[in-house]
């Protein structure tokens, strides 16, 4: 799909408003990333990568002005990715991890997007390479922790087997990916989300279950509550929303 929606929070609930197309056309399976809004009276998300119609991951990258839905082309990711797992770091750098590629072959490779220097005009991101995963997975999601690691979860292997393993680097730091406890169920195209020192985890394919990993306790700890469907849920995207108090 080429359609774009937002959602924003009001004093009595989330809403969600329909955004103008984007310009390239449709798209699957690539990761919208949020990146310096200044640019635009909507905000600006990097389009990273996605799948072709026979599956297959693409290369490109487009900078998104959800004003316009004008998509301006980026130097290109170093691997074609689709469903895989990317995050926005501290510093700005957005992370790229595993995935499929042009020829839906698995991925264990990452990579680092850096955005142009402050000020600069008519600059375009660059990539560099990162020490590769583990294992090969897509389907995976990602997120960063409060002390700035970004971490892999999840996802599928190369014998189409659903993971429960997750990975961790500290991008700049490490020379190689450590692990983190893995989570209780195994799970692929899921909800992830980091906030106050935790991540939650929601849904995959043939699941309805959640679970949250607490950084201070180094565990997981299931949720008393499954997603409030008749069946499991997945391939959906999430968001953190901030309640208002008076």
């Known amino acids: 799909l080429s359609r774009v929606w937002r959602c924003c929070q009001r004093e009595n609930g989330a809403?969600?408003?329909?955004?103008?197309?984007?310009?390239?056309?449709?798209?699957?399976?690539?990761a919208a990333v949020t990146v310096e809004e200044s640019g635009s009276v909507a905000g600006q998300?990097?389009?990273?990568?996605?799948?072709?119609?026979?599956?297959?991951?693409?290369?490109?990258?487009?900078?998104?002005?959800?004003?316009?839905?004008?998509?301006?082309?980026?130097?290109?990711?170093?691997?074609?990715?689709?469903?895989?797992?990317?995050?926005?770091?501290?510093?700005?750098?957005?992370?790229?991890?595993?995935?499929?590629?042009?020829?839906?072959?698995?991925?264990?490779?990452?990579?680092?997007?850096?955005?142009?220097?402050?000020?600069?005009?008519?600059?375009?991101?660059?990539?560099?390479?990162?020490?590769?995963?583990?294992?090969?997975?897509y389907g995976c999601s990602g997120c960063v922790l409060s002390d700035g690691r970004f971490v892999v979860l999840g996802g599928m292997n190369n014998s189409s087997q659903m993971l429960s393993s997750c990975e961790t680097l500290a991008v700049g730091h490490s020379k190689h990916w450590e692990h983190?406890?893995?989570?209780?169920?195994?799970?692929?195209?899921?909800?992830c989300a980091a906030v106050a020192g935790c991540i939650i985890v929601v849904g995959g394919y043939g699941l309805k279950s959640a679970e949250v990993f607490d950084e201070v306790l180094d565990?997981?700890?299931?949720?008393?509550?499954?997603?409030?469907?008749d069946v499991g849920l997945h391939s959906m995207g999430n968001t953190l929303l901030y309640r208002y108090t008076r």
């Open 219 to 229: 565990r997981w700890l299931r949720l008393p509550c499954d997603i409030p469907v």
């Open 45 to 137: 998300v990097l389009l990273l990568g996605g799948c072709t119609d026979d599956q297959g991951g693409m290369s490109t990258v487009h900078l998104v002005d959800l004003a316009t839905g004008v998509c301006t082309p980026q130097p290109n990711l170093l691997h074609a990715r689709g469903m895989f797992a990317a995050a926005r770091m501290p510093d700005g750098c957005l992370v790229c991890a595993a995935g499929i590629d042009d020829n839906c072959e698995k991925l264990s490779s990452a990579e680092i997007l850096e955005p142009p220097a402050q000020g600069a005009t008519d600059a375009a991101w660059t990539q560099r390479e990162l020490p590769a995963l583990s294992v090969e997975r």
């Open 15 to 30: 809403a969600f408003m329909a955004l103008p197309l984007l310009s390239c056309g449709e798209i699957s399976d690539a």
């Open 180 to 191: 983190l406890p893995p989570m209780h169920d195994a799970r692929i195209d899921f909800a």
